[in-house]
């Protein structure tokens, strides 16, 4: 099993900067693939970005050019760096991680705010 702890989420104004942090413990060397989701009330969760093991990333075209995603091996963790935040990028952001086993564990979920 693997447990992930989310912070960093909060109300930022538009334009601004946020740095999401997920901490994984537990069967981290299964690990295969980190990444943060994003869901609205109404509205299917979505990819935001993804980093393997290997550090090959993807991203959703609408977070292109003004999302980051990085992870630091030796602390079990995955950073989004947000930028140029708009009001659509209000969500709540989700760590998610898939093992080598394609099982797949998620956090408890960190709402961003982004307004005025």
């Known amino acids: 099993q693997v447990q992930l702890v989310e912070s960093g989420g909060g109300l930022v104004q538009p334009g601004g900067s946020l740095r999401l942090s997920c901490a994984a413990s537990?069967?981290?060397?299964?690990?295969?693939?980190m990444g943060w989701y994003r869901q609205v009330p109404g509205k299917q969760r979505e990819l935001v970005a993804g980093i393997t093991s290997g550090g090959i990333t993807n991203y959703a075209d609408s977070v292109k050019g003004r999302f980051t995603i990085s992870r630091d091996n030796a602390k079990n963790t995955v950073y989004l760096l947000m930028s140029s935040l708009k009001p659509e990028d209000t969500a709540v952001y989700y760590c998610?991680?898939?093992?080598?086993?394609?099982?797949?564990?998620w956090g408890q979920g960190t709402l961003v705010t982004v307004s005025s």
């Open positions: 537990g069967s981290i060397f299964s690990i295969y693939a």
């Open positions: 998610n991680t898939v093992l080598y086993s394609a099982k797949m564990y």
